[in-house]
């Protein structure tokens, strides 16, 4: 498998994962330092994001699949930046929309591993 399709499948696991709010997978695909930026502009952290996105049960994924992604790797590091279409609920206001990612990751001993992501809100096709 190409760098490129590593980075997708990992990035696809990722999305998988918050489906299924399945802790151990996310722990195992995102790096123990890992840094995500939220589209309301909050920094979270690996527990606060696994707390706010798998533990808590105030947000439940439908879906999230990715479209228009695009994979460029720098030896180690690997950027992707793509459309995000989630369907979910959050403290149970349902909700469908779009948003725009980059997540970056870097290649260690156990495979590609996120360690840094942001959503920004996408308009509204």
């Known amino acids: 498998m190409s760098p490129k399709d590593a980075v997708l499948q990992a990035a696809l696991e990722r999305s998988a994962a918050l489906v299924q709010a399945d802790r ?3 722990e195992r695909l995102l790096h123990p330092n ?3 930026v939220n589209a309301g502009g909050a920094r ?6 696994l707390e706010t996105y798998v533990s808590l049960g105030d947000m439940r994924w439908e879906q999230q ?3 228009q992604v695009q994979v460029e790797v720098y030896g180690d590091t690997a950027v992707l930046v793509a459309r995000l279409h ?3 609920t959050h403290q149970g206001h349902v909700f469908d929309a779009y ?3 980059i997540q970056v990751y870097v290649l260690f001993p156990q495979g ?3 360690v840094a992501a942001q959503t920004t809100q996408a308009p509204q096709e």
């Not at 979270?44 to 994001?49: D, F, H, S």
């Open 99 to 101: 948003f725009q990612t």
């Open 34 to 36: 890992f840094t995500y």
């Open 65 to 67: 699949e990715l479209e």
């Open 44 to 49: 979270l952290n690996l527990e606060e994001y």
């Open 86 to 88: 989630d369907r979910a």
């Open 112 to 114: 590609w591993r996120c």
């Open 24 to 26: 151990a997978a996310l």
